[in-house]
């Protein structure tokens, strides 16, 4: 009777506790926007009892009353709320202001909580981005992100960047060294398709990131090394930028218009001599050269280049609208941008229109969809080593005036048949490019239940670029004339799927796991026709010309992949991230086309364990370190032996055995190695300090190894050579000062890259990348560095023992020179910097506000093409010093060669013509020929931007309004003679970087903006 009794009171206080515990359920939505917020975390407070909210926000949890429920999401304020047994429980959550910035968009578009991150990533914002009005998004980044080199092609209307972190990671001249680009979670193209050949004589061509809108950006987040982009597999060998597009939020639709105008110039030019003119030796001639007598009084006096740069300018137009309900939202842009450059015949014209669309089926399933259509036109006049517009700019004399440049019947005007009038050249030697582009995204989100989701998406990248460049007769170049028409076409697909799980074990512990399997099919296509000897003058059609040599080439290309990562992490203090990811490209040999990379990262908040997460000096502190490996393909067509088919002759088409051949066990390259890093605020959060170093190893390099014409081939395609980089990175961001009233924030950030050459491959003492002149070469060798310059220097004292030792060997005849032996080269410098930086403050003070930023570059040396141009025709400022007697700094050997004896020179010689174009004596030594230290200071941004008062819009129909002016490359010190030395000869697809002077400028500009929300 007793045991009964015993059960019955049992059964009584459980059903009792039952109908204690309710389920209590509700809603979680943003209190900026009330948007609803899927996967906030509910728990109830002391109990491992949690679940996430669904994809419309609303969530179902078992509690009792007096329980209290926790709601936190990353990037908010947590909120509290007490069960009272009756009605439903909404909750609004705020953004937290001081964890904003530890969101991060990761590999795959993961959004992570940056305390939790084992590697090191930088994001940027719209602002970040807009606020320098660059129509490239690339050029916004400069002086902003520590490990990272951005370099512009030039001021050539629409010209091309170039982004490179962490150094060179391929031997191979032709080799891709930049990062993979992903837009909305699905990889899209960044190539820079060039138009000319390796020679230079070519075209400032833009780079295909560059047709982006930067307006729809939302968020800009760099991949640095392999931990952090090991799941987007071997095409993020080089790390990966990750974009997200802005999207339409629930609420009342709204309204943005922003215009704006630009003033750009040429920031620096070659300084000019004025005062001798025209002539030979001395001697009024006919002539190219500006060796002439004196220049008399009152005779004219022209500065080519002022004449020729002048100022250009960009109009820009954006409009954009969003909004939306809970379960459907939209955003749509369209931005129209007209640049004219600052030289004749250059103009860029983009025309972009965006549309993101989400819609909520229910509340487990969600549909996006993205559109974006881009149309960008350019005209540029043809640059390069040894023609080309800048080319005759330099070499024009002072006495002539270049803007007189034509005759009565049209033709061209010169003062010398050796050389083209540079406006001539530029009006009829140029290149003109139609890029027509969609790029598209389709997917969905699926959570069966609250600890699961899935994700797919398939992508679309399709562009095609129609190409004219045309050259009128009578020019140098082509004296009966040319044109060549190209169709490049372009087209990739993407296919992502992803299953993620995440699960609280309890209160401590928590995980996720994520699975995920991805396809790549890109395929590509060139048809061009040259044409040669015009009929008629001035027609430009392709069908005006007797000769006609066709040529057309097409690859495609199959990746495929599955990956995994495995996250587990302890009471917000101990974090451990593992993936893996397997591969399979259609570009290897099958059997080796097959290739697994894995990685691991482990971060430690120390602060938490020793109760330092409310110090008010020190408040949070991370160690980090990761492992990985990446591997990275080749291109199509690179095993085994190739044929190719040859023009037709006398009405007989063919086949020939291609040139190169590939080896057949070709394996993918590796790029392999540790990061250190940790992570520290002080006074709360106001202050916080980065810092990283990396070591990574890239091995298996593919690479063309030059092989005996003996054997039928000129190239043999193989794995070989191994190449180490070191890293350093600071990053420093502070709040220097913040009221109601007034906030000033600053950043600062430094690295430095050095790269090693550890091995090369077997027979191949040394790669050379692209020498443009017999100059300087930038060459790799065994025990050296990529970007190494090898040149001929003045011959110098080499003894630590003697007086003398550093100073200038003078020769019997009383000038230094180089060794006369120009087989043998001697190791100059490096084309890369020591280190680069960045600062920059941003003030507010009520309604306006004043940024700036500057960046940094310590050494680095670059080769100006041109500069030898300057001096021996006698245009260079460098050649106003004539006809005078001098005696050179140096010493004499008045002993033997192997037993030298050094005296101080005496020797008087006179400086002449002649000096400057004798090879030894001037023309070839490093000294003079146009290498030089690429150091500088630049002034990168400033902006001022007045947002009118609520007061004044209270009564109209315009929510905000900001007035702006923003100047970019305002000012820059640099030791270096000649244009600016950031811009690239050879284009931003190439890797023979520190070639300059033979493009269009870089410029400096001047915005005006106006920017309306309504």
Known sequence: MKNSLLLVFLLLFCAMQSLAQNTVSGRVTSAEDNTPLPGVTVKVKGTTTGVQTSVDGTYTIKASQGQVLVFSFVGTQPVEQTVTGSGPINVKLKADTKSLNE????????????????????????????????????????????????????????????????????????????????????????????????????????????DINPDDIETMTVLKGPAASALYGLRAGNGAIVITTKSGKAGKTSFNYKTSFSFDDVTRTPPIQTTYGNGNLGANAITLNTWGPPIAPGTPVYNPYDLFFKTGHMLQNAFTTSG??????????????????????????????????????????????????????????????????????????????????????????????????????????????????????????????????????????????????????????????????????????????????????????????????????????SLSTNASQAIVDKFISINNYSVYAPTGSSSKRNIFGVFGEANLSYNRTLYLDVTGRNDWSSTLPESNRSFFYPSASLSYVFTETLGMQNNPIFNFGKLRVSYAAVGKDTDPYQIGLYYQTVQAFN????????????????????????????????????????????????????????????????????????????????????????????????????????????????????????????????????????????????????????????????????????????????????????WVGGIGSTFSYKNFTLSFQFNFRKGGDVFDISRYQRYITGIGAETQFRNAAVVYKGVVNTGTAAAPVYAPNTQTVNITQSLFSNLYEYEVATENNGFQDASWIRLQNVGLSYSLPKSILSRTFIKSATLSVTGNNLWVSTPFIGFDPESSTYGAASNAVGYVGTGIPATRSIFMALNVNF
């Not at 369209?334 to 819609?359: C, E, M, W």
């Not at 070989?720 to 220097?736: D, M, P, Y």
């Not at 191949?764 to 692209?770: H, M, R, T, Y």
């Open 103 to 210: 969101v991060i968009v990761t590999a795959l578009g993961i959004k992570q909580n940056r305390r939790g991150l084992g590697y090191q990533a930088q994001q940027l914002n719209a602002a970040d981005i807009a606020e320098s009005n660059q129509t490239n998004p690339l050029n916004a980044l400069k002086g902003k992100l520590a490990g990272v080199q951005i370099t512009s092609d030039g001021g050539a209307a629409g010209s091309g960047t170039r982004i490179q972190i962490r150094g060179i990671n391929s031997l191979s001249p032709s080799a891709n060294n930049q990062p993979l680009f992903v837009i909305d979670g699905i990889p899209v193209s960044n190539n820079t398709d060039q138009f000319g050949g390796a020679s230079g004589d070519g075209f400032q061509n833009s780079n295909r990131f560059s």
């Open 324 to 525: 939306g309900t809970d379960k459907i939202s939209y955003y749509t842009s369209f931005d129209n941008a007209h640049q004219k450059g600052v030289v004749p015949n250059s103009t860029y014209d983009k025309n972009s229109f965006r549309i993101n669309t989400s819609l909520r089926a229910s509340d487990k399933l969600k549909f996006d969809a993205t559109a974006n259509y881009i149309n960008a036109n350019s005209t540029n006049p043809r640059t390069g080593v040894s023609s080309g517009a800048i080319y005759y700019l330099m070499k024009h004399t002072n006495t002539v005036d270049p803007s007189d440049y034509l005759n009565a019947d049209g033709t061209q005007k010169v003062y010398n048949a050796s050389i083209d009038n540079p406006f001539y050249f530029a009006q009829n030697a140029y290149l003109k490019t139609n890029v027509n582009r969609i790029i598209g995204t389709l997917g969905f989100d699926f959570t069966p239940t609250n600890w699961l989701d899935i994700n797919y998406k398939v992508g679309v990248d399709h562009y095609t670029d129609f190409r004219q460049a045309y050259i009128e007769k009578g020019l140098i170049i082509s004296r009966l004339g040319s044109m060549d028409e190209q169709r490049l076409g372009y087209n990739e697909i993407n296919s992502n799927f992803i299953a993620k799980a995440t699960k609280q074990f309890n209160s401590k512990w928590s995980g996720s796991l994520l699975v995920g399997q991805a396809f790549t099919n890109i395929k590509s296509s």
């Open 651 to 834: 009405g007989v088409s063919g086949i020939r055995q291609a040139t190169t051949i590939g080896d057949s066990n070709l394996l993918p390259e590796r790029n392999a190695g540790p990061e250190f890093g940790g992570e520290f605020h002080f006074l709360n959060d106001r202050i916080t300090l980065d810092a990283n170093y990396a070591i990574t190893y890239s091995t298996n390099q593919i690479v063309p190894v030059p092989t005996s014409l003996a054997s039928g081939f000129d190239t043999y395609v193989t794995n070989s050579g191994k190449i180490r980089n070191n890293s350093i990175e600071l990053l420093l961001s502070a709040t220097v000062f913040n009221n109601d009233k007034f906030k000033w924030t600053a950043n600062a950030n430094w690295s430095s890259t050095k790269g090693s050459v550890l091995t090369m491959p077997p027979g191949v003492s040394e790669i050379a990348f692209q020498p443009a002149t017999p100059w300087v070469k930038e060459i790799i060798k065994t025990g050296g560095r990529p970007g190494d310059w090898y040149g001929w220097p003045y011959q110098r004292v080499s003894d630590p023992n003697s007086p003398y030792n550093g100073q200038l060997i003078i020769g019997s005849d009383g000038f230094p020179s180089v060794n006369q032996n120009l087989a043998v080269n001697y190791l100059v410098g490096n084309a890369f910097p020591d």
